[in-house]
């Protein structure tokens, strides 16, 4: 029944040994397994190896047996009878330069058993991620950088479970962050010609990384296209599906870079550029990752002028995050507040509006009703900054429809990933010209996708497969920052758009 | 030049990392290897990779690099320049129950760069692999036993070479030495159905062994048949080139147990059995190893009766070894000291023939010429004893050569291994009937084949297949002690047998 689900977990039964049938216990359970799976490689790891013979016996023949793909060879792990209560777990991981995700699942039933999430314990290095591949490069720098991912990973999941039960590792980030987890120096990532180390890994033993589940562990690590061009994307693309639809739709993650793949079955391509500071709350003053007290929703009262806030888990608000910030920007613009420039109009703004140092701002949340002890506020200097940021995301979308002779207002389907896809407001984002004034219904938010492509990768013998493939379709654009993109890009530093006709949906009350 | 000679050491020039061409330095390398061996599996050894961006560029992009073949894939283990003065070398080892041989390689030239041999250190816990069988199942035994070997052949690599230089290994060795070796239990090996932990465990990184090399290092281990048939028996089959030859042929090993091998480029039967104590020194008071002032040939002056003794280094003589013992019996034989059932003729032995405990023996070196303070002797006892033994040895070629129809007579080439085979006289073991009346120019010693075939394993790339094809195509016969096996073993228990007609060529002086 489950290995008709082609899941990694697989039972045999051994014909039991005699004179004359006097193969070797792996041999046999090989033999077996080969028929199983009808393919001529499997192998037993070295480690489960030393141990077979007293479990083939104790399990009477019937052996229950997790596997994984190496270099297009089954590799036996783990065996155990079928209804032993210790579980064959497999483990996903999001490693991302801000926050890890790891998720548990059950390799039998492939139903998800905890998850978790944690600060990366490499923030304590530097936020940023060119600054720790500077500090790699320091004396013992690698080898600190790489051994706080690595001890931290090992405390979360030995939180979560028995590690020893841990059998697959699957695990998906961007080329930087799987380099420093895998030990690998990025020096060459930010220098150019932008070389990384590898850009397949493939299937490692979990041991040589230092991580400690089952000695036996396989981890997949995801495939990169190039320094910016991470696992992480091709995880979404699994997850997504992109890669299978007849339809194009276009996949974009917002993180510390804007990534997005357009493509269907036949075709994808791919760009990456910076487009995501202000919307990581790396920017204003008042921005900050989202958290309780954060404000994720604003709106303004079209009639009375009455700002609306919402704060997650609806405490006083203490900063906001890029949802907030969106959708703040895109009032102010509807309000009139501010111009199709961007400038505060201070007819508009009315007492609201101060400056300081020659530099307007407005006041958001007056101190009084804040719990950051002060007024939060948004100045010129913040909103100036996220349209350089909204119009770097539409000159990229512009630039990628229009390589394959579409503009973005024919894209059928646009997948959002990450958080980024699962709090902005999609109107919000038209109405500033961040994203194309496409149908709100053919936004799709679908959450950690680099998280869940990780894990899929880990419930299906078909996956492995599927992730070379998405990689070696790719057609990865690097961005030709010339005067044609400059010009397009200063078109989109208007609210929404220097051509209003691209917006016909976004209406400006003042 | 030397890729045309399918070595395992490979160059390849890669392109310069250009913004055009931006390929991970891994799969750039893979990229060209890929063309260069004509295949699509390469990867590149975890412990390489980091430091591969280094290396590539101090290279220049001029790469000689050295690979091993897992599973089908080809996988890099080291690089350096071609004129860099630390070469890649290759060890091969055969392990044996009482001595172990080790050879080191250069990979490129495929030369013999030193070789030594040594006791292996599981002696101190037994002489026999039944006893250190056992002594493994004991608490912590195994791990001791492992390590014994282990410890030492690192001891040993290190007197002969930079260990670091040490890329590929390759061993061979009866199936529980291999098992020992390996840290695998051979406690069913010597249970009934004889079943070992593994028959092909392929090749495995040598650091996951305990081995002290370069840490990318990988193993080839021999496979086996089952318990009583080793890898040292397919190395030697490699070497012999039996499996590629039109005629028919047999190979002959003989150490604790006789084994064989007929067969040619069609087919391969073989079969093992003891047949060796009585020729490895274990027999006879007197028999020991051979080495410094131990008798290795003698023979009886026909007109005189005299003695005449060969001694290794010509000392003083302190014993006899297998070779010795073979052509003592023989000259017995031929001179008439023992009739044809092995006994001693007292009229014809004359003074030299005493008798104590009611046991004939007879004075082969009086103590004054003696090294080892008393007469050296050979007992009736001890001739019995060798009677046994050699015909279990021809009773085994009887019944091999009978399965497919032929008689010892009709084997076309006789190659023999070993120490046995350097050194005994084929005169003397065609007189006592120990191998057929063949014509002298039959019998080829091919030396240690074990060691020979483990190390042209690591000088082309093509033996590997061959390996697990000479293993997959042989037909083990268990020899089925039986009525008729008895009968032909009590037969061969005459000298040279019952049937004189088999042995035209020996002719006995009495």
Redesign the interface.
Known sequence: MENAKKIWVKTVSLPH???K???????RLMQELKKELKTE?V??D?NL??K??DYIRQLNYNVSSVLFKE???WVVLGIKSLDDPKPFLGLSVDLGTTTVVIRIIDLLTTKTVSETSFNNPQIEIAPDILARIHFADTNNGLKTINRLIIDELNNQISKLCDPEDIYLISLAGNTAMTHLF????P??IIR?????????P?V??AS?LGLIVNPSARILIFP?I??YFGGDLIAGILFSGLHKKEETAILVDVGTNAEVVLGNKNWLIACAGAAGPALEGGVTRMGMMAGPGVIDRFSINPKTGEFNIHTINNLKPKGICGSGLIDLAAHLFISGMIDIRGKFVPSICGDKLKEKDGIKYLIVVPSVESSAGDDLIISQVDIDSLIRSKAAMYTILETITMMVGMTPLDIPMFYVAGTFGAFINPKSAISIGMLPDLPIDKYLAIGNSSLEGATIALTSTEYMEEIIKIRDSITYI?LNVNQEFMNRFSAAKFLPHTNKSLFPSVICHS
Chains 1, 2 share one sequence.
């Open positions: 040994p005699s004179l049938n006097n193969t070797a216990d792996a041999d490689s192998y037993i070295f190896l030393k077979l013979p270099m297009d060879n895998m030990g690998l120096n020096h060459w150019e010609p932008y070389i990384p180390v590898i850009n397949n493939g490692l033993k040589d990169n190039g320094s690097e």
